[in-house]
């Protein structure tokens, strides 16, 4: 053990003296007897010829074993420097520079160093030693693998970083000393030098393991297992590889890119439309049941479990959003900055609680919402967007391995960038099965994290509240109400206040206007009152935006404009284009563009006195409210559709809007416009678009005295 303060890992692992025996191996490749062998007689017979050949072989598995057991001594030692000496002179580079340059190394450490130790316990049992030495390294299959794997993984990234650090050669020259002084040996490499040490080492444990194989007698009770333990470090060397292959792919298809519509046009060409072509026909041909569709029902389940988790963060943080936003405008309100000229007592007290809360509590309470359930919320769905990518690539390569499946099996044969491809999936796949699990816990774990801390935070900003409030609340009402009384308390104020809502909606719902779609355009009466004379109002209808036509049989018409319909669909059967007639054109507009029109009662009336036409007995109007002007001038009324003002006289109406009548009629005395004020403006809109609100009962809480 004293090397381990002094020497550094040889990847070549030459140059140890081993005293002894290398006087031996000198002697027995000279044809000369040791020296502790000189007493025995010589002779040239079959049976001194294969005792010396069993000493070569016992001398070189020997000096085998000294070889693996002293590098991995200075292996152990090299690791150590790098990640206690190094590492912790390396401080002027970012936490996150030195985790992706040192990754795992510390898990490398503690794995190899009870390794090692183990390895110089077998010294004590030299007869049983090589067997032990296998009995070792089978043992540590699973762990050696479980490190080096993450290492190598990482090793990419790494070597990335050491490239960035040439570009400043003033940071380069630093670190190059600092390693320099610690481990001469490195020389101009430098941190490449240290990193790939742990590569090189799990790869050469295969062949440290084959040479003690090598020399060891096929018929000895330790040759099976020095066979399974090469064989292992092998297979563990491999499936790193794999591993490694798997993360590239993944790290390929995983990146989400915002690419805007030209970036995506540039990416276009004739190899990726064959792609998506050859995709599309193979995913046709299985939802015709040409074709069989691959099932993998472990892999389906866990694409389902992986979307209900995105689905619960999504709706979460849309949630969460709302939630912030609410916040955000009841910090707006400030009714303790009012002047309700009352002197002194609860009032006073109200404000002080209110201007305390609204400066310290609420404020502090949002900061820490944002900082401890929204930023973790946000940085969770955007981690499940890299999962969710390679679930998409995996369909892709899917439909392209079952297509080169098929192919396989009738030709026999499939090119090198085909069977890329199948290997492709193939390494998708099986990565999306092996860590999905592992991804939807975590995602799980995180997502009920977040849930618990923003329960902690609401239940804080409650202790707070209260506990500022205690004074105040002893002046309420209900102060000394029980709690299931103040259940009933407050589920009867709600009741009532619902009572108060249905009664509004259904009054309101009695006085609704007429739904007609626009006012009609001006001057356009005399061209209404013909087409309702001659087709009746059943067939009469309204456009309901502008129509410029495409067509030689299609009709440009100006939105609000009244057409009679002549022909619910074209020449060729087809139902979304009508035929109507304007008054002077007949011609085909959308279906969809047009809206049946209601005739006001003054239409009705002018149609009256122009002789109805023979089948009008037929005809039962449908009732409408009484004319608007009987509304009174300042009268607040309700908007009931919307409404676009066309000219500077006119002004636009939402839905719900409330509205003051100025006059119920226009200037002519019209009183199907009326002069309103919104929102500050003044200007014209159609009587028939307005409905008197009807007034609720009085709201709020009855409280007990």
């Known amino acids: 053990m004293s090397r381990m303060n002094g020497g550094a890992w040889q990847p070549g692992g030459e140059g140890f003296g081993f005293g002894k025996m290398i006087l031996e191996a000198v002697a027995i490749a000279q044809g000369t007897e040791p020296t502790d062998m000189a007493d025995e007689p010589r002779t040239g017979s079959p049976d001194g010829e294969s005792r010396v050949s069993e000493d070569k072989r016992t001398l070189h598995q ?268 009841f910090f707006r309100f400030q009714p303790q900055e009012w002047d309700l000229d009352i002197p002194g007592g609860p009032v006073v007290q109200y404000r002080n609680l209110a201007r305390d809360l609204q400066l310290h509590a609420f404020p502090a309470f949002k900061q820490r919402l944002e900082g401890l359930v929204w930023q973790p919320l946000c940085s969770l769905a955007k981690a499940l967007a890299g999962p969710q990518n390679l679930i998409k690539k995996r369909l892709d390569k899917l439909l392209d391995f079952e297509r080169l499946e098929e192919k396989l099996l009738e030709v026999g044969s499939v090119t090198c960038e085909e069977n890329e491809a199948r290997h492709t999936y193939q390494a998708l796949n099986s990565l999306l099965v092996a860590e999905l699990p592992q991804f939807n816990q975590l995602a799980m774990q995180w997502l009920g994290q977040i849930l618990r801390t923003f329960m902690a935070l609401q239940r804080d900003l409650a202790e707070q509240v209260l506990q500022k409030a205690e004074g105040s609340l002893a002046q309420l009402p209900h102060c000394q109400l029980s709690e299931p009384a103040f259940r009933k308390l407050l589920e009867d104020a709600l009741g009532q206040a619902g009572h108060q809502l249905r009664s509004f909606q259904e009054n309101f719902e009695k006085v609704l206007p007429p739904p007609t779609i626009q006012p009609l355009l001006p001057g356009a009466e005399g061209q209404v009152q013909a087409l309702l004379n001659k087709y009746g109002p059943g067939k009469l209808y309204q456009v309901t935006s502008n129509l410029s036509g495409a067509g030689t049989l299609d009709l440009t018409l100006l939105r609000g404009q009244i057409v009679a319909l002549l022909q619910n669909k074209d020449t060729k059967g087809n139902s979304t284009r009508w035929l109507v007639d304007t008054g002077g054109h007949r011609g085909y507009v959308p279906a969809g563009k047009l809206e049946l029109y209601h005739v006001v009662p003054g239409e009705e009336k002018l149609r009256g006195q122009a002789g109805p036409p023979e089948d009008a007995r037929h005809l039962t109007p449908e009732p409408t409210p009484a004319p608007f002007p009987t509304v009174s001038t300042g009268t607040q009324v309700v908007a009931v559709y919307p409404f676009v003002a066309r000219s500077s006289h006119e002004v636009s109406l939402q839905a719900g809007q409330p509205v003051t009548v100025l006059e119920a009629q226009d200037k002519k005395g019209n009183p199907e416009w009326s002069l309103v004020e919104v929102n500050g403006q003044r200007g014209y809109v159609p009587s028939g678009f307005l409905a008197r609100a009807p007034s609720p009962a009085p709201w709020g809480w009855s409280l007990p005295s």
């Open 62 to 329: 020997r000096l085998a074993v000294r070889e693996l057991i002293h590098s991995e001594v200075s292996y152990v030692n090299t690791l150590q420097l790098c990640a206690l000496a190094i590492r912790s002179r390396l401080q002027q580079l970012p936490q996150g520079d030195l985790d992706v340059l040192f990754s795992n190394i510390d898990d490398i450490i503690k794995v190899n160093s009870k390794l090692l130790q183990d390895l110089q316990q077998t010294d004590s049992k030299e007869e049983e030693q090589v067997q032990l030495i296998g009995n070792l390294f089978l043992e540590s299959q699973e762990e050696l693998e479980r490190v080096y794997k993450v290492y190598c993984v990482n090793y990419d990234q790494a070597l990335q970083l050491v490239e960035s650090y040439r570009k400043d050669p003033a940071l380069q020259r630093e670190i190059q000393d600092i390693i320099t002084a610690v481990v001469p040996q490195a020389g101009p490499s430098g941190l490449s030098f240290l990193l790939v040490i742990p590569i090189q080492r799990i790869t050469r444990y295969p062949l440290l393991l084959q040479k003690i194989l090598e020399n060891t007698l096929p018929d000895a009770s330790a040759y099976p297992v020095l066979q399974r333990a090469t064989s292992a470090l092998q297979d563990v060397n491999n499936s790193i590889n794999e591993y490694k292959r798997r993360k590239e792919v993944a790290s390929k298809y995983s990146k989400v890119e915002q690419l805007t519509l030209r970036e995506r046009l540039a990416r276009i060409n004739t190899h990726t439309l064959s792609k998506k072509t050859t995709r599309l026909g193979q995913l046709l041909r299985q939802e015709a049941g040409l074709v069989p569709r691959t099932e993998d029902k472990e892999f389906d389940d866990l694409e389902e479990r992986l979307q209900w988790v995105s689905l619960c963060v999504s709706e979460l943080k849309n949630n969460v959003a709302a939630y912030l936003d609410n916040l955000e405008a």
